[in-house]
């Protein structure tokens, strides 16, 4: 931006060797045309550093932000791991009986006893283990 100060000290000098006489309308005009023009080329300078700060610090923003979720995404991804190792789920299709779909059940929870509803027609399913005994359980 300092050519903006550069054009208007040209101008001021251009004026004085034209020996503008400022007691006449004129060279009154010319004065304070050339005075507001130096007051603009100042508003523009201070504009100029304001953005120029402000870029410095939106980057610096980006980059601490950019590192934050560098951070943050790892974490994720560590615990996400973390959980794939620690749930090891094993699923067995069933028929269920009433409805006749093939549901996904946990073997866990098959293997617990408890009372199983299709997630389909919400019936109890009944699982018979192979003694016969309807406990679920493979005893092997």
Known sequence: ???????????????????VDESTDQGKLISKIIDV???FADAVNELNESQNELDEYVE???EDLSALE????????????ELDDEDD?????VECPHCKEFVYLD???????????CPNCHESINFECECGC??????E
């Open 1 to 19: 931006m300092e050519y903006l100060f550069e054009r208007v000290a040209y101008l001021k000098g251009l004026a004085e060797g034209m020996k």
């Open 134 to 139: 309807e406990c679920g359980h493979d005893h």
């Open 107 to 117: 073997e866990k929870l098959l293997e617990s006893g408890e009372n199983v509803s």
């Open 89 to 93: 789920y094993d699923y067995v299709e």
């Open 37 to 39: 023009l130096s007051d």
């Open 60 to 62: 610096a923003i980006d």
């Open 70 to 81: 560098d951070d943050l995404c790892c974490d994720e991804d560590d615990e996400y791991e």
